[in-house]
């Protein structure tokens, strides 16, 4: 193995740092960590632990929020922070080809230089094989897709060994089965990604962003679902609540008004951006909006989304002795309001102080809540609160998660979410891994 | 089984109205022909073919073009015409439920009451359970996506009678592995679809449709993928040929200059059409490009994209007693014109009249050419010809087919186009399929 013992930690403080993720799930050491620095280092790694009949858990940056990444089984960690070189750019194709480890903020960092931008944008500053791993989505999506709409082509070690890629160059294909979609949003359980090649974009000539100020949340969901049948090509399209809104404000400073709140993008041409706006207010006017405020200068309008994307530690760092449990539930869009009421109604039943945000565009929302993961009452209360959650959104053919993934904490749902369609899941996990080598129970797992 | 004397065909006519496709290949008879009527029909002829061992191939329309549902086996041909009702629209959702026998017009005649319109929209007037089928996209998909990215669920029965759902109606999700993608494209070896629930959009405010002629084909191929760096959001962006021009006068009477044209097509509001169009003509005049052409009025539009829509059948009729062979690979669009050039000189050096036609924005094109199928010569000619174009577009990291997918005639390539994950895929296949019942010998097969 070329990996080398300078890549290899036994220590407690290593161990200890790769035993949980950004929730409530209970943490839990691995024997080891390993650091690769090639596709090589990660097969002798995949190859090696199959031998002892060790597990394997990749990790990226440990942002997951359903325990995605703790060692439930022990065995080996595999960190693919050192694995973060962006291979190539190249605005012709707008692709790029990355490591695992590039961070999205490396990856747009770089991007900035040709004009072009990656469209997925999670809370987290995530690991790009993470985000691939979740199928992970954000604020964008609303225009661009989720995550499994930008990955062309991935690199992959199976558990023999085998290195694959799970697709090409081209734009479009109809050549065998899809193999991208499988391994993207597989959560580590079929393979570790050393390689991706992802789709780009250019940079919009004209950004706007904006907020605007509605008197109840529910007029503020129907005026989204009313400004999509409208065709109005939105690039962003968030739900703030008044909870969520006084977290915002004391951990960034700011001075948002204290009721439920859009924040808006519109991308595109001068013209159509300026002919979308009007159009958006119009229709948003029908259910009493009030205070459309756009910001003046590059500067406001990344002080708005900074706001947006820090939301959940907005909610974490206000409690540090308690941790974070997000729902992830998404819905039709025709259900989307009664979905959010619901979630509303049932945290007041169960006496949590709940804030309600979303990518109301997808029909996904999130109730961000903290929870101390050592009053087992507690967490029993959260949990049945989630669950309730959950099961209104699988009653009107929604799914338990939305972006986040199944990790630990989902696992409880799929049965009842996808009926024999989990065996067929099953089915492809015990093909491609038939040991239970990767991730073990989390997802889908034999 | 419910499926009735009168829906069972054992007659002569039957079996060879369902012994060939659109294509050059070889008719096969089957041994039967069934029509259900209902997903209970469809699990109880796959239990009974499975009972007796005989293969089943489902049928739409037959306007494959790579021998996808010659019954090269025997068996039982599941003729899915009947199978024909929308079942639901959903304006709210953007959403429609229908029965694999729905044809794309049919289903564009009811969405067009309720404003909305499917997307994808191959030459042939295919079903939808085709279309998903071989993953089919068309002129729209550069701007609206290929078949994989309108597929929302899919009721599907397996080959142990089970019956699944692949997804649910919320825009997103990360919940378990991704079935739908691995359903749509699968060419019926997975298992045959009883129901889809499928994206559609609204009609746009403002639809501006023409055509641009070019000195060269290269100046046009270029002109493409200038316009698509600029990321002006075109609808559609066609290339035809002067060989297929000419076909296409001749078979609908039409005037069209002789010379390399882009159909184009611009969907939005009145101001951005105006913005995207006039941005359009200044980056194509760089190129060479001469007489902007644009539709006056919807007939005009219409007429000009019934022409596109109709070129394989231009051809197919201009010479009765040949056959159609139709390439189809897709490439990186920074290879697209070295592609196109290399299909050209290539068809020169084998003495074969090719059209060229393409949805050059994907960087999807296709060479048309009529075959003798009675002549062997020709027939090894056409098949020399058609190795080079795939050969070329697997060198720089394309695939062997865009949109019209694998069927018989693309199986030689599948080794050297995805290496070793096609063990992957036909590990899936032994996983679902074991016996081998569905559509044998075609894409994926064990």
Redesign the interface.
Known sequence: MKVGKQNVYFNETQRSLHSSDESYHQPSLPDVVVYPQSKEDVRSIVKLAASFNEKIYPYGLGTSLEGHVIPYQKGVVIDFSQMNAILSV??????VTVQPGVTRDQLNQELKKYGLFFSVDPGANATVGGMVS????GTN?VKYG?M??QVRDLEVV?ADG?????G???????????????F???EGTLGCYTEMTLKV??I??KIVAGRVQFPSLHDAVYSV?AV????IPVARIELIDEISMMKVNQHNDTKFPLSPTLFLEFH?????V???LA?CESIMSDYNSTDFHYAKDNAERSALWHARHNVAYAFSHSEPRKKLMVT?V?????SLAEAIKHAQMTALEHHIEAGIVGHVG???FHALLLVDPHDSNELANVAAYNEKIVRF?LQ???????????GVG?VK??EE?????????K??????DPTNLFNPNK??FI
């Open positions: 190249d605005p012709e194709d707008l692709l979740t199928n992970a989505s999506s989720v499994r709409d199976l085998t290195i694959i890629h799970s090409n160059r081209a734009v479009k294909s109809s050549s065998g089965y899809d193999l991208n979609n499988l993207v949003g597989a974009y250019g919009p000539e679902t999509l049948q409208a065709g595109g041409n001068p013209q159509s300026q002919h979308d159009f992830d998404c819905v039709p869009l025709s997808d029909g996904n959104a009107v053919n929604g799914t338990c998660t939305g972006e986040h993934g199944v989902k749902y799929l979410e996808h009926g024999d369609a989990l065996r067929v899941m089915s492809i996990k015990r093909a491609l997802n889908i």
